[in-house]
């Protein structure tokens, strides 16, 4: 019986689309899976979208859409964006579906018959203004490790410290920025801490496991791993509890899940035996995942499948990150690129190439240098390799009739030293090392073909050109082989040129037949100036329509009002310094613009959620007067502002808003409220902040 291998990469969350950080790992998995087969070995790549969780359900209340139809759209733009980048999964599915319900809700018993699950009475943030406990992510406020401002419920990106969402101090919804209170619930959890001796040994005693990762792991074990929480109370986007109508799974439990049950799908579609890869001795699991993940994959995950008696996880392969010409991926510096922007605009062979150029086994981030790119893809890849084969057939094809000849390629005994080189290196995935010798066998190909001069010994020996010609194909016919992994594309298009349906590793020594070349063109031009436009501007803010519905003093500021907004689906409080131009009963009733995804700031002692707009003209303040519905979203150049992530005030400063004779454009162009152009209550001209 063949040994059966699951390979995974981590589910992509359906609330956004898939990113150039993204397809890092799902090109190295890819790569992987293919290189697998390629041995002839039984390995499926598995995958599915993420579907659950309150970020979902509060992103499909905004758009006035159903969580489903949200995910529904998620699915298929995530299906789109893998098949343009040549990404292969054996089973694509989703954590909504039935199969997932069916394994979380048996993984879920098992552990509890077990003893392995206990409710307890919890204090968790609630707020009163939504009505809701809040998840980890709509819970914001001052680390209570290092005081960093403005971090997660959950864990603090300055200091990295996890901690409570009760521990956050000065703590805001980050829905409605409404400080939270603390409530009781019943939650289950799972009891991780009993696990902790077992996941030492399984940690310490696995070969496959990066070293440099199996440091963090052991810390934390040695630190006391704590329970975990893995309910969540409605509402909530999820699966209800096995026997509860009011408690849901945590996205982080049936997330995961989604292996098994994407694996059970492919088994019930393709007729084999689930049994085999997650229940019976033998089978193989690898996960690839980003280092963000690395806490619950090694440890939470493990310790579940232990416990409800699945197979484990042998191999846990970690990554870095993606950064852009040096820097965090980020669409305030037009650094942040989706999929669908790359596809747009290039091949998909030019990523998967340049990945594969910088990816090894160590957990260390990728750069993706622009200027390194065009470099790395022509000088490397299409002066190399595709320019090398593209103009050996064409010589084949116009001066032999595409005749080949069995041959053996050109210094044979070093092509095949340097392709079990490769081989090893696809193994380890130290993908940069197998391009290093992918490129000195082009380099073979190269220097034989321009040595030999066919094109002069054509003129006196058809016979000599041919074998000249014939040993270059069969040296082509071999790189296309081993860069099948990472280019599946260009090689099933060389594959077509030599008459192969497809090829396999058996193959590297079996010369080709003789035969007639078919067609052939340009396999790869080289990349001119790659330029990608930036996101527009208004996509990095989200300025509504709000109203006034109190307005006061600033209790220690004389030229601040403090205002109380109806911002359509929740109500926030702003600080503005208008005073000098408007009484507090001026306002009340009034209609404004308001900054909604600026980071809150404290001024002179009270809190401002966000910033009312208005422009300046010498000593007279004009605020904005818009003639759109209260939660509306302003617009510019047909672009919504609606920005989700929260931006500093440095950031927005980036921005040219601007009064002209009492109109108000955003960069130069309109800014829209309701399909009309923004107005000033005041025909002024000059800056709006």
Same mark, same amino acid.
């Given at each position: 019986m063949s040994r059966k291998i699951v390979v995974t990469a981590a589910l992509p969350y359906a609330n956004g689309p898939i990113h150039l950080g993204h397809l890092v790992e799902y090109i190295q998995t890819d790569i992987y899976v293919r290189f697998l087969k390629l041995k002839g070995l039984d390995a499926i790549y598995i995958c599915a979208d993420d579907t659950h969780g309150a970020p979902i359900e509060i992103n499909a209340r905004k758009q006035g859409i159903t969580p489903e139809q949200l995910i529904a759209r998620s699915y298929e733009e995530h299906r789109r964006d893998f098949a343009g980048f040549q990404v292969d999964f054996d089973h694509f599915h989703s954590t909504n579906a039935p199969e997932n319900k069916h394994f979380a809700d048996l993984i879920f018993t098992r552990l509890r018959e077990k003893g392995d699950i206990y409710l307890k009475e919890i204090e968790l943030t609630y707020c009163p203004q939504c009505a809701r406990f809040l998840p980890d992510r709509y819970v914001m406020g001052a680390c209570p490790r290092c005081g960093a401002a403005d971090q997660y419920g959950d864990a603090c990106e300055s200091c990295n410290a996890t901690y409570e969402t009760t521990e956050l101090k000065n703590a805001y919804c980050s829905i409605c920025k409404t400080p939270p209170v603390r409530k009781s619930s019943a939650h289950y959890f799972f009891r991780l801490s009993a696990y902790a001796d077992w996941l030492r040994g399984y940690i310490e005693d696995n070969p496959h496991f990066q070293e440099s990762i199996k440091g963090y792991l052991l810390y934390w074990i040695n630190s006391g791993l704590k329970d975990w929480d893995i309910s969540r109370d409605a509402p909530y986007f999820g699966f209800p509890i096995v026997g509860e109508t009011d408690k849901y799974y945590y996205v982080w439990l049936d997330a995961p899940i989604g292996y098994i049950s994407s694996t059970a799908k492919f088994c019930a579609d393709t007729g084999r035996d689930f049994a085999e890869y997650w229940e019976r001795e033998g089978s193989e699991i690898v996960h690839f995942i980003g280092k963000d993940i690395i806490y619950f994959h090694f440890l939470f995950w493990p310790a579940v499948l232990k416990g409800a008696g699945f197979n484990l996880p042998s191999k846990i392969f970690v990554h870095g990150f993606l950064t852009v010409n040096g820097e965090k991926m980020s669409k305030s510096r037009g650094t942040f690129f989706t999929a669908r922007d790359y596809l747009d605009r290039l091949p998909p062979d030019y990523l998967r190439f340049y990945y594969a150029s910088h990816l090894s086994a160590d =957990?260390?981030?990728?750069? /993706?240098?622009?200027?390194?790119?065009?470099?790395?893809?022509?000088?490397?890849? +299409?002066?190399?390799?595709?320019?090398?084969?593209?103009?050996?057939?064409?010589?084949? &094809?116009?001066?032999? $009739?595409?005749? *080949?000849?069995?041959?053996? =390629?050109?210094?044979?005994?070093?092509?095949?030293?340097?392709? !079990?080189?490769?081989? &090893?290196?696809?193994?380890?995935?130290?993908?940069?090392?197998?391009?290093?010798?992918?490129? $000195?066998?082009?380099?073979?190909?190269?220097?034989?073909?321009?040595?030999?001069?066919?094109?002069?010994?054509?003129?006196?020996?058809?016979? %000599?050109?041919?074998?000249?010609?014939? #040993?270059?194909? $069969?040296?082509?016919?071999?790189?296309?082989?081993?860069? #099948?992994?990472?280019?599946?594309?260009? #090689?099933?298009?060389?594959?077509?040129?030599?008459?192969?349906?497809?090829? +396999?590793?058996?193959?590297?020594?079996?010369?080709?037949?003789?035969?007639? /070349?078919?067609?052939?063109?340009?396999?790869?031009?080289? *990349?001119?100036?790659?330029?990608?436009?930036?996101?527009? =501007?208004?996509?990095? *803010?989200?300025?509504?329509?709000?109203?006034?519905?109190?307005?006061? /003093?600033?209790?220690?500021?004389?030229?601040?009002?403090?205002?109380?907004?109806? !911002?359509?689906?929740?109500?926030?409080?702003?600080?503005?310094?208008?005073?000098?131009?408007?009484?507090?009963?001026?306002?009340?009733?009034?209609?404004?613009? *308001?900054?909604?995804?600026?980071?809150?700031?404290?001024?002179?002692?009270? $809190?401002?959620?966000?910033?009312?707009?208005? %422009? #300046?003209?010498?000593?007279?303040?004009?605020?904005?007067a818009p003639e759109a519905e209260v939660g509306s979203r302003l617009a510019v150049g047909g672009v919504e502002t609606a920005a989700a992530r929260e931006i500093g005030i440095q950031d927005f400063a980036a921005f040219t808003i601007e009064a002209r004779e009492g109109k108000v454009f955003f960069n130069g162009e309109p800014l829209l409220a309701g399909g009309v152009q923004v107005s000033t209550d005041r025909p002024v001209t000059g800056r709006v902040k």
């Open positions: =957990p260390g981030d990728l750069d /993706l240098d622009f200027k390194h790119f065009q470099d790395t893809v022509n000088g490397k890849l +299409v002066d190399n390799f595709c320019n090398f084969a593209y103009r050996v057939f064409q010589f084949t &094809v116009k001066n032999l $009739e595409g005749r *080949v000849l069995p041959a053996a =390629p050109p210094q044979e005994d070093k092509v095949r030293d340097l392709a !079990a080189g490769v081989l &090893v290196d696809y193994e380890s995935r130290n993908f940069h090392h197998a391009v290093r010798g992918l490129l $000195e066998i082009s380099d073979i190909g190269n220097g034989f073909f321009q040595f030999a001069q066919p094109w002069s010994v054509l003129k006196t020996d058809r016979e %000599a050109t041919l074998k000249i010609t014939s #040993s270059a194909i $069969e040296l082509i016919k071999r790189l296309a082989i081993l860069y #099948s992994p990472i280019l599946p594309g260009l #090689s099933a298009r060389i594959f077509a040129t030599l008459g192969l349906e497809k090829a +396999v590793l058996a193959d590297l020594e079996t010369p080709l037949a003789e035969r007639t /070349l078919g067609p052939s063109e340009p396999l790869l031009g080289r *990349v001119q100036d790659v330029t990608f436009t930036p996101p527009h =501007p208004a996509s990095l *803010v989200h300025l509504r329509v709000a109203r006034v519905v109190e307005a006061g /003093l600033h209790p220690k500021a004389d030229k601040l009002l403090v205002l109380k907004l109806d !911002a359509g689906d929740h109500q926030r409080q702003i600080v503005a310094g208008i005073r000098a131009c408007y009484a507090p009963d001026d306002l009340v009733g009034r209609k404004i613009v *308001v900054v909604a995804n600026l980071k809150p700031a404290t001024l002179r002692g009270v $809190e401002s959620q966000g910033m009312l707009l208005a %422009a #300046s003209e010498g000593e007279v303040i004009s605020v904005l």
